[in-house]
Nanobody
Framework: QVELAESGGGLVQPGGSLTLSCAAS????????MGWYRQAPGKERELVAT???????DYAEDVKGRFTVSRDIGKQMVYLQMNSLKSEDTAVYYC??????????????????WGQGTQVTVSF
């Protein structure tokens, strides 16, 4: 139900900066958390950073101090500011969102959503 659209990817030199944006649409219910994952060629998709509605922020160890995730809950958007980029950061970056939905007194349902991805290439 939730659709995610990423933007901001591109080619940047090592040491440079790039900012990614993601907009969520298609739901009128609360999005519990939003964030970013990435996948390099031949590698598994891995967590980059996430931000919950309650303010919890999680970063992958290798991006701490370089990347900053921020979220605008009202606009249903999440951002990833990437500084001091390295060649190892080259990957397709995917926007992520999750929801906990409860209908009446039924058990809550947990849903995860993914964007189509935006390419980030760090190279000379």
């Amino acid at each position: 139900q939730v659709e995610l659209a990423e933007s901001g990817g591109g080619l940047v030199q090592p040491g440079g900066s790039l900012t990614l944006s993601c907009a969520a649409s298609g739901t009128k219910f609360r999005i519990n958390a939003m964030g970013w994952y990435r996948q390099a060629p031949g590698k598994e998709r891995e967590l980059v950073a996430t931000a919950s509605s309650g303010g919890r922020i999680d970063y992958a160890e290798d991006v701490k101090g370089r990347f900053t995730v921020s979220r605008d809950i009202g606009k249903q958007m999440v951002y990833l500011q990437m500084n001091s980029l390295k060649s190892e950061d080259t990957a397709v970056y995917y926007c992520y969102a999750e929801q906990y939905l409860q209908y009446g007194d039924a058990r809550p349902e947990f849903h995860q959503f993914w964007g189509q991805g935006t390419q980030v290439t760090v190279s000379f």
